[in-house]
């Protein structure tokens, strides 16, 4: 058997098992009993519901999960791609346009097969815990605005990426390398302006007690705002959050307006201090100069796989083509990418605890910054406690209880 499929299968299969054995771990850490730190925030009734919210997202993600590894498996052994690529290539175009051809029809069968279970998700489990507020009608805009981004942002990439393999030689890789991060870093920049607008309204936040509070601490960290702006986050879910994004003049802090009514002016204020936390500690750049290092060394790898006709055999090709070498190498670089996602979870976990810290040293107001993390996770049924390998397989914050921890620890609280 070709050595390639068998190197293929064996890595689906075991982030199958993987997959399966974490969700079941973290659903025999389910604690009934109320942690101390949340009595007073959790009645017995709310608490149970985080945990019947937290088992039904598990075993729906467990069914879906083994559906596409079912599916994915199918389509490689019974030459699915090579069906692919036959449709794609009968259009007699171009090399450039023959990969985008069969790039596209796998993105419409992705997402073909996807819709159902974001619908189940959405207007069924979320809407039974009390979270939805997405309409119909906003579901499919969701879907159509995603689609015509990916296709005009995959495109230009996909399109810049082949062209260089084609032409550049050995020095292809770089060329990748550098057209993607000058592009991407593009994105970064005009995302808040452009691009996140066309899903949500982002308002500056209006004149206030909540305004002239932020005002006032970032004047006192000697940090220019940008813009706070609310996002009408409520058009989709009850759920809150709040992030930064953006650079230079097109940077902004962004609170969810669920989170702007279910918090104190004070509680607030704290979530603002730990995002300008992230931007004084410089996670935000840090991250992006990882992210730059990682693509670099993925696209390296990829070089040495374009053409390869054992791994061509492996999927059942008839022709070799530089597009569908994208496709395969995805397939082998998944172990090296979950090796970066795991040190970049490490780092992110790292950076969420510096910027706890940032909020409640500068801001000199930890119970708030503890007790909006209380509010997040009751209004979120947050999994309180998650078994350790899932939070260090998958999380990018610490758990709630840890951060609570942690910041009691420093003899702050």
């Known amino acids: 058997m070709n050595i390639y499929l068998i190197v293929i299968l064996a890595i689906l299969i075991f982030n199958y098992i993987l997959n399966l054995v974490v969700e079941v771990l973290n659903l025999s850490a389910i604690n009934t009993i109320l942690p101390q730190e949340f009595k007073g925030w959790y009645d017995e009734v709310k608490y149970k519901k985080s945990q019947n919210y937290l088992g039904e997202n598990t075993r729906f993600k467990l069914f879906e999960s083994s ?7 199918f389509f490689i052994l019974s030459g699915g791609f090579n069906f692919i690529d036959r449709a794609a290539r009968s259009f007699g175009l171009g090399s450039i346009l023959t990969g985008l051809m069969f790039a596209g029809i796998l993105f419409m069968a992705l997402q073909v097969f996807g819709v159902p279970f974001s619908a ?3 207007f069924i489990i979320e809407q039974r815990y009390g979270f939805n507020r997405t309409t119909v009608k906003t579901f499919i805009l969701d879907i159509l605005k995603g689609g015509i981004l990916t296709f005009i942002i995959g495109g230009i990439i996909f399109s810049c990426v082949l062209w260089f393999f084609a032409k550049t030689g050995k020095f292809a890789w770089a060329w990748c390398w550098l057209a993607v991060t000058l592009f991407e ?3 970064i920049f005009i995302a808040p302006v452009v691009i996140m607008p066309l899903f949500n309204k982002f308002s500056p936040l209006e004149d206030g007690e909540l305004k002239s509070s932020i005002k006032d601490y970032a004047d006192s960290q000697n940090f220019k705002l940008k ?5 009408d986050g409520s058009k989709r879910s009850t759920k809150s959050n709040a992030f930064f994004t953006g650079f230079g003049k097109y940077r902004r802090i962004v609170l969810f307006d669920t989170l702007i009514k279910n ?5 607030l204020v704290s979530v603002l201090a730990h995002e300008i936390g992230h931007y004084r500690k410089k996670h935000i750049i840090k991250s992006i100069a990882i992210s730059i290092a990682t693509s670099g060394i993925m696209f390296f790898i990829l070089s040495l796989f374009i053409n390869n006709p054992e791994l061509f055999a492996a999927f059942k090709m008839e022709n070799i083509s530089i597009y569908a070498s994208l496709f395969f190498f995805g397939f082998l670089y998944t172990p090296i990418n979950m090796v970066f996602s795991l040190l970049s979870g490490m780092l992110s976990r790292k950076h969420e ?3 706890d810290y940032y909020a409640v040293s500068t801001y000199k107001n930890p119970q708030a910054f503890i007790a909006a993390l209380k509010k997040l996770s009751v209004d979120n049924l947050s999994n309180l406690t998650p078994h350790p390998l899932k939070v260090f397989l998958h999380y990018s914050h610490p758990p709630v209880l840890k951060r609570i921890e942690a910041i009691r620890r420093q003899n702050i609280a």
Not at 68 to 73: A, E, G, Q, R, Y
């Open 185 to 187: 870093m593009f994105l």
């Open 227 to 231: 813009g706070v702006f609310k996002m």
């Open 263 to 267: 918090h104190t002016v004070s509680e």
């Open 67 to 73: 559906f596409f590894t079912f599916v994915i498996l």
């Open 120 to 122: 189940y998700r959405i």
């Open 353 to 355: 605890y510096e910027a």
